[in-house]
């Protein structure tokens, strides 16, 4: 079997927090469509069991990306692997606890920013320095940051996630118009609800409303992870050639649906005519 070197000519990808959920599904995505991947996560154990089982050619590099020295060390790694990066993906990220702004303590707060937000902007740069140096420079790159519905509609007692969340879809906003004279385009995704294994831990432990979701999803389901890990991968190979500076929403519809929550059975059945002020006539 074929080993990655320097001289590799794939593109050479680095996934933030990919030991599950959204960005497990990203490194195996990007991995299927030929990259090389870096397994980027803090539980050094998750990212060594994901890099062992997308190959041998792919590789860990475990660590905190809210720290600056090891933003910048997770990234020297990668091109002291493959000599240059193309694609990163800055999935890594935090809940915020779920509570009230009275009851959010100033640490929570502070953490939840820092995982998101600094993560966000230090791995980028770290990535931009790589893919602006020689041989990368006349490359160029893509860097895809996740985003949330969270950063564009409110959504009570995720003070802390919204914030950050909002923080990431304007740093991209920036970012892209920074950094397109040097060839790296700058995008994000806004997921919804996703189904991973912690989204079904909080529905089963009633923290999440299943139903209240679904009734203000138009597409009535959660995505699944590799539904976000697809979207991700096209913002990262050459069909997108000339997209920078956006953020798309990967939500089911949740962001379009601007009904109250009384007509959020609209397309399941009934005749809307049937509807007066919002409501169903008896």
């Known amino acids: 079997m074929m080993t990655a070197t320097a001289s590799d000519s794939r593109r050479v990808a680095l996934v933030t927090g ?17 990259c090389l991947v870096a397994v980027n996560d803090i539980d050094p154990e998750a990212a060594e069991r994901v890099a062992r089982c997308l190959g041998p050619d792919h590789m860990e590099v475990p660590g905190d990306v809210a ?27 935090i809940g ?9 303590t100033a640490e929570r707060f502070r953490r939840t920013l820092s995982v998101h937000v600094d993560g966000c902007f230090l791995m980028s740069r770290a990535a931009a320095r790589a893919m602006m140096a020689p041989p990368s420079a006349s490359r160029g ?4 940051n996740l985003s949330s519905i969270a950063g564009h509609v409110a959504i009570p007692n995720r003070i802390g996630y919204a914030a ?22 700058v995008n994000a995704v806004a ?20 139903e209240g979701i679904l ?36 939500d089911g519809g949740y962001l379009a649906f601007g009904a109250p929550f009384e007509t959020a059975e609209i397309g399941l059945g009934f005749d809307q005519t049937d509807c007066v002020a919002g409501r169903r006539e008896k």
Not at 216 to 237: Q, S, Y
Request: glycine share 10%.
């Open 18 to 34: 990919a030991g599950a959920g959204i960005g497990l599904a990203t490194a195996t995505r990007l991995a299927a469509d030929g």
């Open 67 to 93: 720290s600056e020295r090891l933003a910048d060390s997770i990234v020297a790694d990668v091109v002291a692997r493959y000599g240059r990066l193309d694609v990163l993906v800055n999935n890594a990220g």
């Open 96 to 104: 915020d606890g779920a509570v009230s702004a009275l009851e959010q």
């Open 141 to 144: 790159g893509a860097i895809i």
């Open 164 to 185: 950050a969340k909002g923080a990431i879809a304007m740093m991209t906003r920036v970012l892209a118009c920074e950094w397109a004279a040097s060839g790296i385009r």
């Open 191 to 210: 997921p919804g609800y996703v189904r991973t294994d912690l989204v079904d831990r909080l529905i089963r432990s009633g923290k999440l409303d299943e």
């Open 215 to 250: 009734s203000r999803t138009p597409l009535r389901r959660l995505a699944r992870p590799d539904e976000i890990a697809n979207v991700i991968a096209f913002l990262a190979g050459p069909h997108s050639s000339f997209i920078t500076g956006t953020v798309i929403p990967v």
